[in-house]
C-alpha cells in the first residue's frame, strides 16, 4: 500500500498523529517519533510510552494521599471520642464542642478528599465514611456524643447537677435569694 507522505513528514506513518499525541502527553517529542526507525523501533517506542504513562498515573497516588487524609482526621476524631467518653460530666458546652471537633475533623476530609485532583479515590474517601458508607463515621464517632442521654445543663462551666440541688427546685429559683444575699454583704463591707 503507497501512503501519500506529503501531508504527514518524511517516514511517518498516517497514525503517527495519535502516537505523538500520546508521546507529547508522556513528555515526548514528535522528533523521538520520527527517530524510532522502523517498526521495532516504533514498538520499542510504544513500550516506552505505556510505561511512561503508567508511571505517571495518578491513581495510585491519589489512593495513598486520600488514605492519609482519611488516617489523620480519623486519628482526631477517635481522641475526640475517646476525651468525651472520659468527662465524668457531659454539659451542654462540652457536648457542643466535641460535635464540632468531630465537625471540623469531617470538613477536613470532605475539603482534601474532595479536591478534583483527587479523583474518584477521594470521591470513595468521602462516600465510604459519610452516613450510610461502608465506615460511617457519622455512627461511630458522632452520634454517641450526639445521642448521650446524659447530657446536664451547666452555667458558667459548673454543671448544675454538681451542685447538689434538691429534686424540684431550679436554680432560677434560688437567684432572687442569691442576689439578696450578694447586696447585703456589699452593704455591709
Known amino acids: ?16 498523529g495519535a502516537v505523538a499525541t500520546k508521546a507529547a502527553t508522556a513528555g515526548a517529542t514528535k522528533g523521538v517519533l520520527a527517530a524510532a526507525g522502523g517498526p521495532i523501533g516504533l ?14 498515573r495518578r491513581g495510585p497516588r491519589q489512593k495513598q494521599a486520600t488514605t492519609n487524609i482519611a488516617n489523620e482526621a480519623q486519628r482526631h476524631m477517635v481522641s ?6 472520659s468527662e465524668p460530666v457531659h454539659t451542654v458546652e462540652l457536648q457542643q464542642q466535641a460535635l464540632g471537633n468531630f465537625e471540623m475533623a469531617w470538613q477536613y476530609l470532605v475539603k482534601n478528599c474532595g479536591d478534583p485532583a483527587m479523583g474518584k479515590p477521594g470521591q470513595n474517601c468521602i462516600s465510604e465514611r459519610d452516613r450510610g458508607g461502608q465506615y460511617d463515621w457519622w455512627a461511630e464517632y458522632y452520634d454517641p456524643i450526639a445521642q448521650d442521654s446524659g447530657i446536664v445543663e451547666s452555667i458558667g462551666g459548673v454543671a448544675l447537677a454538681d451542685l ?3 429534686a424540684g427546685i431550679q436554680l432560677s ?12 454583704v456589699a452593704v455591709s463591707l
Open 173 to 184: 429559683d434560688l437567684l432572687l435569694p442569691a442576689a439578696l444575699v450578694g447586696v447585703a
Open 80 to 85: 475526640n471520642l475517646e476525651a468525651w467518653r
Open 1 to 16: 500500500m503507497y501512503v501519500d507522505q506529503s501531508s504527514y513528514g518524511v517516514g511517518v506513518l498516517p497514525f503517527a
Open 43 to 56: 514498538a520499542i517506542f510504544g513500550v516506552t510510552i505505556g510505561l511512561q504513562l503508567l508511571l505517571s
Open 164 to 166: 447538689g440541688l434538691p
